[in-house]
Every structure is written in C-alpha cells, then in structure tokens.
C-alpha cells in the first residue's frame, strides 16, 4: 500500500520534513482515492515534487487547530470537501442531515457551514501574511456572484467573502502545479494572473487582455434581470477555446476576474492523475472511529471519463467539468481494475464504469477538440445534434475487457446511462450488452418529468424519447428472457412545474404501477440555469418569465402527489387536487388517485381527459419496480 501524506508533525518528522510546501485544508476525512478531489490535488503537486501535509477537518472554532502542521513555505490550499458543506449539511427543506458519509464514522457537525469561507478566515486570523489558495467544488460554483439558496440572497464571489489570494475552479490539477511554480520562483500570489481556470481580485483589471465586463454586483444583487443576463454571459464562456476573461465590478476600485477555463487534459495526462499512488482508503487513524463511509461507494468503481455535453439544467457540471469529454485509456482503466481485483474485500463486482454520465467516452464531436463547443447550441437538447458522434463502440471494448478479467463476476454501470444518447446510436450492440450484463434487475435512469414543458425548461429530452427508450428496453429485455425493470428518477417542484404538471405526473405513475419510494425536490445549488431561474424567475437563455413553485407548501403538495399512494399524504394529495381543478381523480374509479374524503361524494369521470400529459405508457410495458439507491442522475 502506497504511504499516506503526512496528517502530523511526528508524519513530517518521520519523512525528514521541517516544513511542508503546502498544507491542504480540507472540509473531509482524508482518504487516499482518487474518487476524492483532495487525493487527486496532492498527489499531482506531490508527483511535481512538492511536500503535501493533509489537515482534515481543522476545529474551525479553536485557532490552534490550523497550526497543527505549522505554516507551510508556498501556501495553505483549501477545499470544503467533495460536496458543496451546505448541500452535505442541508435538506432541500433546509432541515440539518443526520450524517455525513465524507466523515469518520459518519457524524455530523465536523465542518462549518460554508466550510470553505470560514477555513480560509481562520488561516488568515492566524496567519495573516500566508498565501491561502482556494479550490474546490464549494469554491468552483461560487466563483463569481452567486444565488445562495440557504440565505435566500445573492453572495458576492467567495473569492472576497475567503480573503483568498487565488481562486483556482474546475479541474485543477494543470493550475494547480502552474501555481506552485509560480510561488516557488519567488512570485507573490498577487502577482498571478495570466492562469487559466482561476480567479483573481484587483483595484483595476487589465486593460490590454480581451475581456467582457459582467453587470456590476451591486446591480446583480438589486434586480434579478441583471444577475439572469450576467449568468447567460457565464455560461457563454465556460468553454477553454472560445471563453474571454471576465470581469465582474464590486464598486469602483474592486474587481473580481476570471481566466478563461483550463484546456481539457490529454488522455495521457487523465492516466497519469490516475495512476499516481494513491493508498485507494481512508487514513487508517479513522479505523477506530468506524472508517469513512464514502469510499463503500467509490472503492470497487472505476472512472473512465470526465464532462458531460448533456444539457441539465438542474446540474452544474458544465460549470466545474466543462463540456469536453475527456477520458482515460483502457490500459489505465484495467491497471486500476487489476488494484481492486487484488483488494482483500472484493467479491468479483465491479460496482461502476463511468463519470459525470457512463456512456460518455469521447467528445461529441470532433471540432470541439481544436475549437470548442458551440456557445448557443446543445449537442443533445432539444435534439440531438446532426454532428454528434452516437458511437458507444469504445465503451462497449471496454466493457467487454473488463469482464474478462480474472476474478470479475460482473461488471455495473451506476454512474448513470443518458438515454437519449444511446437512442441516437442506431448499432444496438452496446445497448443489447447492456441489458444482458450490466443492469442488476433494476437500470436506473432520469427522465425527471413527463410533462413536456418542464422537461423543455430542465433541459432533458421530451418524454416521447423516454417512451421510444422503454419500449426497446422492454423488447431486449423480452427477447433474453429476461425480467428487468427501470426504476425513473423524478423531480418534483422544478421551476415551470404547476400543479397542472405535478398531476400529469402522478397520472403517469399511476398508468405504470409505480410508487416511488424516494422523491427529489428541486434543489437550488450554486450555479445552475434552474437555480437562476428558482431565484429570478427568468429563463438566462431565453429571458422568458418561469412559473417558479417556491412556496413550502406547494411545494410539499408537489412532492406528496408523486407519491400519491401513500396514506400520509392524503390530505395533502387532495388539497393538490382540489387547487388543480382535477376532482375527478378523487374516488374509486380506476383512474382516481385517491378515495373520497368521509363524508364526500365521489365525482364520475370527465368524457375528455383534462390532462395535458401525453407520454402514457401502453400496458404491454412492465411496470417499474422501486429502487431505494439513489445514483447519479441523468
């Protein structure tokens, strides 16, 4: 087993350290994985030649806490922790978590709300004169003025709100290394700005760099327009070839500005990150305290690729990974599949082979390589595009070498399959092996909504492209004798949702047979279309006014008519009826959804249904069966 990075002064003592390059922050337990972003950072400035010490979740309320490793030569790098600490800490309904799966043993409470700010304060309370380098997921979608869901206001840029030096955003591993360079030859923090994939403060940016001036913050924070037209110029320019540098004003004589983001990394530089000696657990200090719970997720999976061209709007993935693909050989792949076959608690399951969306393996098409991706077009929403590459042929090799390996029993995909992308493919080879040996029973999918005007909004294919993907599902599955299900993800209360939509979609469920067992709420995380939209009711790519459920009861009627068959949501399900004007689905007809209430006259069906819904499985289909994991939605 590789050695982990030093955690202690006797760890720096034993390595014939008097002083780290960098200490590293980080809102996690260390684990040693390269399933986690601090793993990755300190292995690359390791293998780059610098001393990396590791100080897991620091007492934020004791300021001895961040002297436990002294001050580092270069700087202090600071992470909150592979989640965003406020979606780690936070419900959707904003009701605190009772566990923390990036913690020992999984207790809540070892890290502060807004993790990242409050590390970064400390280390400057401390030491005031030390460079402190941001990074991060907390950090990346938190990079410029942003909707903070949990304050209900518009923040400024974290960068300001840390008293960082230096923000580094996205995939970090390239800046990361330019960085401590640049340090190490004597360069001041300040003086750092010519970086890609990083943000820096100045009284006064430069003039001779092509860039485009955001509206101001405190135009942002006093209407909502403004913030929806500084994100579509955001989300113009998060692509390496074409994105100019931004600058976003904080009064006259402050200004926070982003370099353009990092080119993707080569296929050999993806295999060298992940080749690095990484010890593949938790620090064994955790032991006694139970083990970190999140490596039972990641320690039998493998990545293969990175980015994704889908276009979520719910998700933020565009905004730290980019839209280039960006994947590793399968040599690199079967090295890393070869260290968890030798793995002392592996049973032959491959748990995952994928990334951001598993069947993912090259970019959608070849001029995104040499001129990027398109600024105003979609490569798969609302269609796909004529140019888009549809070949799951190398996913399919690799698939297939995996499994001949010895000790391998099977091999899943978890990590999420897009749908529309594997319609586009017209060679059903990879689909036909994915029915017969990747799915357990179960193939978890995310058409998140059957109502087409939501689905318009979330960025997701029209349900009739989900129908189309069942039904060959169901025909594969048929003609392999086989008997396995899709269990759908669905998300209620996402802006353009009415009351109207929430029943087409309980209508639909109720036509399947299918009585979900969890349901997801819309959450507005940092950096999202869907989140602009939540908070200023604006489409940013269009400028067109959103119907936006924000109320908590509404919301909760949303939620409860998804899982309409449940008696604890009785009364809520019909209060959603009553307001929806859809009456007719309260009583023992075999379409209602619910009883009457006692005392109340069943009302007959209407001769023509009312619904808008128009995506109705036909019976010849299974129904889905429940699922309780909830895996990565796509």
Not at 34 to 44: E, K, L, N, T, Y
Not at 186 to 196: F, L, P, Q, R, V
Not at 591 to 598: E, G, R
Request: hydrophobic residues 35%.
């Amino acid at each position: 087993m590789a050695e982990f990075l030093p955690i202690s002064k006797q760890d720096m003592e034993d390595r014939g350290w008097a002083q780290c390059d960098f200490v590293y922050v980080i809102g996690d337990a260390y684990v040693d994985h390269p399933s986690f972003g601090h793993a990755i950072i300190s292995r690359v400035l390791e293998d780059a030649g610098y001393n990396v010490g590791i100080l897991s979740q620091p007492d934020w309320k004791n300021p001895d806490s961040i002297r436990a490793l002294g001050e580092p030569r270069l700087g202090f790098l600071v992470m909150g922790g592979n989640m965003d600490s406020m979606v780690n800490h936070y419900s959707v309904s904003k009701r605190r978590r009772e566990s923390d799966a990036f913690t020992p043993g999984g207790v809540m409470g070892k890290r502060p709300d807004y993790a990242a700010v409050v590390y970064c304060n400390l280390i400057r309370r401390v030491y005031p004169h030390a460079t402190i380098l941001l990074g991060g997921i907390e950090a990346s979608l938190r990079r410029l003025a942003h909707y903070d869901y949990w304050s209900g206001k518009r923040k400024r840029s974290i960068l300001l709100d840390s008293q960082a030096d230096l923000l580094m955003y996205g995939m970090g591993e390239r800046a990361v290394v330019e960085i401590a360079d640049a340090l190490n030859s004597g360069m001041k923090a300040k003086d750092i700005t010519w970086i890609d994939g990083t943000v820096f403060s100045c009284k006064e940016p430069d003039g001779a760099v092509e860039q485009i001036v955001l509206p101001s913050y405190e135009e942002i924070v006093a209407d909502g327009r403004k913030y929806a037209e500084s994100f579509r110029i955001q989300s113009q320019n998060t692509d390496p070839f074409t994105a100019k540098r931004l600058v976003e004003p904080y009064g006259k004589n402050l200004f926070v500005v982003q370099n353009p983001p990092q080119k993707p990394l080569t296929q050999a530089e993806m295999d060298h990150v992940y080749d690095l000696p990484y010890a593949r657990t938790y620090h064994p200090s955790y032991e006694a305290l139970g083990g970190v719970p999140a490596i039972a997720e990641v320690k039998f999976s493998l990545v293969s690729c990175r980015g994704c061209f889908g276009a979520c709007s719910f998700c933020a993935l565009t905004f730290h990974q980019g839209r280039i693909i960006q994947a590793r050989s399968h040599e690199s792949i079967l090295a890393e599949a070869e260290k968890i076959i030798a793995d002392p608690d592996f049973k032959g399951y491959i748990h995952d082979v994928g990334g951001p969306t598993a069947n993912f393996r090259h970019p959608a098409c070849d001029k995104q390589l040499t001129k990027g991706v398109c600024q105003n077009r979609q490569c798969l929403f609302p269609t796909p595009c004529r140019n888009l590459k549809a070949d799951h042929s190398d996913y399919l090799s690799l698939l297939r070498k995996l499994r001949k390996l010895p000790g391998v029993k099977k091999v899943f995909i978890r990590s999420g399959i897009r749908f529309d992308y594997l319609l586009a493919d017209h060679n059903d080879t990879f689909f036909k092996e994915l029915v017969k040996y990747h799915v357990s029973g179960q193939l978890k999918v995310a058409p998140e909504h059957v109502a087409d005007a939501v689905l318009d909004l979330m960025g997701k294919p029209r349900n009739r492209v989900y129908e189309a993907f069942l039904e060959k599902y169901d025909r594969l599955n048929r003609q392999m004798g086989l008997k396995q299900f899709v269990v759908p993800y669905l998300m209620s209360s996402h802006p353009g949702s009415t009351l109207k939509e929430a029943v087409a979609l309980a209508e639909y469920l109720r036509d399947i047979g299918y009585n979900p067992e969890q349901v997801q709420d819309f959450y507005p995380t940092p950096s999202t279309v869907s989140t602009v939209m939540y908070d200023t009711g604006l489409d940013p790519r269009t400028m067109k006014p959103v119907y936006v459920p924000t109320n908590p009861h509404e919301k909760a009627m949303q939620r409860a008519l998804i899982q309409y068959k449940n008696p604890k949501n009785y009364r809520l399900v019909h209060e959603a009826l009553v307001k929806a004007g859809r009456t007719d689905l309260i009583g023992y007809g075999k379409k209602c959804l619910i009883p009457p209430a006692p005392g109340e006259r069943s009302k007959p069906m209407p001769k023509k249904p009312t619904s808008s819904h128009r995506g109705q499985r036909d019976k010849k289909t299974p129904p889905a069966r429940g699922g309780k994991g909830r895996g990565s939605r796509r």
